[in-house]
Structures are given as structure tokens and as C-alpha cells.
T-cell receptor
Framework: GNSVTQMEGPVTLSEEAFLTINCTYT??????LFWYVQYPGEGLQLLLK?????DKGSNKGFEATYRKETTSFHLEKGSVQVSDSAVYFC?????????????FGSGTRLQVQP | DTEVTQTPKHLVMGMTNKKSLKCEQH?????MYWYKQKAKKPPELMFV???????INESVPSRFSPECPNSSLLNLHLHALQPEDSALYLC??????????????FGQGTRLTVV
């Protein structure tokens, strides 16, 4: 089956701190991997993606590398801002849906304090 | 235009009501989705439409009835819902490419409260 495991939150950091949110997955085949972000009261926005092993996705200072050997896709940012406070979801494309639908991790709430 | 537009943003309905949620996209995407998100939980897939045909139903109760009238529109008809159906309903769209998946674009959601 397909599943995504994320680290428990909330993660509370001071502004300009380094961020890591761990994500590991279980899947058949070779799924694509995504990070989505959800701000309060809003829908989900794609943050970054990677479609094959060793790909690095990056956007707005966030990065994640598709590690097939460790089945991981950890999210990192070198210096967080208050505006990064949100819930972050790791997701994979379900092979049983032709890579169309997504399975999400439980989400990690990030709180950045000034 | 990279938007998926959902209406209404908020909906309160009684258990005997019939209502519909609407979703529209103009990105030329031929795959559209309904997800359900309970508070503090991740989105869960409900339905997938591919080229205007229902391709996946995740064993959703029949009180939820999806409809895809054309390639830009997706509806979710609601009837005889229960209070536990209260949630954020998210619509998404993507290209239905099977070789390499492309990202899904999500709407802002409809927050549904069943009283």
C-alpha cells in the first residue's frame, strides 16, 4: 500500500532558524513526491515536487531531495520567517490511480516566532 | 490562470437539505478531484474524474454524488448528510498524465457544516 509518515508537530522555531521536517514513505513502484503548504483557512498550495530518485525540488528557499534508498523526502529551509507559519503536508502520487491522486502525510504545523 | 475556484466558501445545511458544491478551473486540466479534510487531519481522496468520466470512487457514501458536466466544471451534490460530514471539501485539478505525475492545483475549499 501507499503511506506517508511525517514528524509530529507542532514545530516551534525562532525567526532565521534552520528548519527540517522529516517525511518517509511506503509505496509500490516509483511515485512522485510533493510538499504542500496550507495556511489557516485556505486550500493547499504546492511548495515543491520531485519525480524521480535523487531529484531535488526547491522553491522559496525550501528544498527536499527524493531519497529512494531511505524512502525519504525531508523538507529543509535555511532561515525561516514568521510568514512560513503554516501546516506542511508531504504527499505521494498513488500508483494505483495512474499517479493522479495523492496520499498525504498527517501534516506538520510550523510556528515561527519573531 | 492557475486558479481552481470553489463556491460557496462556507455552507451550513440541515440534515434534510439538498445542496451542491461547485468547482471550476480553466487550466485545461482533464483530471479533477474531490478531497475531504477534517479539522487537523490531512485531505482524503473521495472521487477522481478523468476526461469527464468517474474513474475512482473511494467507497464514498451515496449521500455524496459527484458530477462532471464538462472539462472545466466539477460538482458535488449533497443530500441527507450527517453532522460527521462537516469538513472542508477541497477540489483539485491536474493533467491526467500517467507517465510522470504533474502537480495538483487545489481550490480554497468549501467549509461545510451540517446541523
Amino acid at each position: 500500500g501507499n503511506s506517508v509518515t511525517q514528524m509530529e508537530g507542532p514545530v516551534t522555531l525562532s525567526e532565521e532558524a534552520f528548519l527540517t521536517i522529516n517525511c518517509t514513505y511506503t509505496a509500490t513502484g516509483y511515485p512522485s513526491l510533493f510538499w504542500y503548504v496550507q495556511y489557516p483557512g485556505e486550500g493547499l498550495q504546492l511548495l515543491l515536487k520531485a519525480t524521480k530518485a535523487d531529484d531535488k525540488g526547491s522553491n522559496k528557499g525550501f528544498e527536499a531531495t527524493y531519497r529512494k534508498e531511505t524512502t525519504s523526502f525531508h523538507l529543509e529551509k535555511g532561515s525561516v520567517q514568521v510568514s512560513d507559519s503554516a501546516v506542511y503536508f508531504c504527499a505521494l502520487s498513488r500508483m494505483d490511480t495512474g499517479r493522479r491522486a495523492l496520499t498525504f502525510g498527517s501534516g506538520t504545523r510550523l510556528q515561527v516566532q519573531p | 490562470d492557475t486558479e481552481v475556484t470553489q463556491t460557496p466558501k462556507h455552507l451550513v445545511m440541515g440534515m434534510t437539505n439538498k445542496k451542491s458544491l461547485k468547482c471550476e478551473q480553466h487550466m485545461g486540466h482533464r483530471a479533477m478531484y474531490w478531497y475531504k479534510q477534517k479539522a487537523k487531519k490531512p485531505p482524503e481522496l473521495m472521487f477522481v474524474y478523468s476526461y469527464e468520466k468517474l474513474s475512482i470512487n473511494e467507497s464514498v457514501p451515496s449521500r455524496f454524488s459527484p458530477e462532471c458536466p464538462n472539462s472545466s466544471l466539477l460538482n458535488l451534490h449533497l443530500h441527507a448528510l450527517q453532522p460527521e460530514d462537516s469538513a472542508l471539501y477541497l477540489c483539485a485539478s491536474s493533467q491526467p498524465t500517467q507517465g510522470v505525475s504533474t502537480e495538483a492545483f487545489f481550490g480554497q475549499g468549501t467549509r461545510l457544516t451540517v446541523v
